[in-house]
């Protein structure tokens, strides 16, 4: 569903990222593993168009999507969920809801009683402005927002960051039912446990480039790339 091939993105006159390639199929879960500052959140705001790459080339669904606009990648199905959650403070959790949705035009689709009825927590605290909720509760707004544009792909930047464990155990099932719903998801993550326990195969970046790459359970059973890739 989704290629990314050798791309290169600068944040000014800094190279950051080097000929980086990931492939995601359709119904997957695909992890993109690594320390902070390896070089996940620029990879997904270089396929978002945040920070459009210089070099290489991005295929959504057989269709080159670099150069377009981040709202026009919104359009052609690709959700996106930033690290820093970025909720609209001033608004409540419905009004957040509500200015994101982009109906399909088809049953099924996801709106606002979908998904109080997917993270039952946001339900009870619809006429909150977002500000005031907690980071478990911000971070589970920014997914239900995300999935408000229908999106048949999900790029979860960090989902779990900072967040306490029982809302960490919470994400981990609703992220693996979305797959099990056909959401095709790449997900970047610190947090080895959740990943490998969601992925299908996995991808670890260091410095901007991708050292490794295979299924989940090849890089499970690989202490040697883990080791020296991802631990602190």
Not at 17 to 46: H, Q, W, Y
Not at 137 to 150: C, G, Y
Request: proline share 4%.
């Amino acid at each position: 569903m989704l290629e990314v091939e050798g791309i290169h993105t600068y944040y000014g006159l800094s190279h950051i990222l080097f000929d980086v390639s990931i492939r995601v199929p359709a119904g997957e879960i695909v992890c993109l593993l690594g320390r902070n500052g390896a070089g996940k959140s620029t990879t997904m705001k270089s396929i978002m168009g945040l920070t459009p790459p210089r070099k290489g080339s991005i295929r959504f669904k057989g269709k080159e999507i670099v150069g377009k606009k981040p709202f026009q990648i919104a359009r052609l199905g690709i959700g996106y969920v930033p690290d820093d959650r970025r909720v609209f403070a001033d608004l409540t959790v419905g009004e957040n809801l509500e200015i994101s949705e982009r109906k399909r035009g088809v049953d099924g689709g996801w709106n606002t009683e979908r998904v109080y009825a997917f993270f039952p927590a946001l339900g009870h605290i619809d006429g909150r402005k977002a500000g005031f909720l907690s980071g478990g509760e911000q971070q589970m707004l920014t997914i239900a927002r995300a999935l408000m544009t229908n999106p048949e792909f999900l790029l979860l930047d960090e989902p779990t960051e900072g967040l306490a464990p029982i809302v960490v155990r919470l994400l981990e099932e609703q992220i693996g039912t979305l797959r099990d719903q056909g959401l095709t998801v790449l997900l970047a993550e610190q947090n080895q446990k959740v990943a490998l326990g969601l992925s299908d195969r996995g991808y670890v970046i260091d410095n901007g480039s991708i050292k490794y790459h295979a299924s989940i359970q090849e890089l499970r059973e690989n202490e040697e790339v883990r080791r020296k890739y991802l631990l602190v």
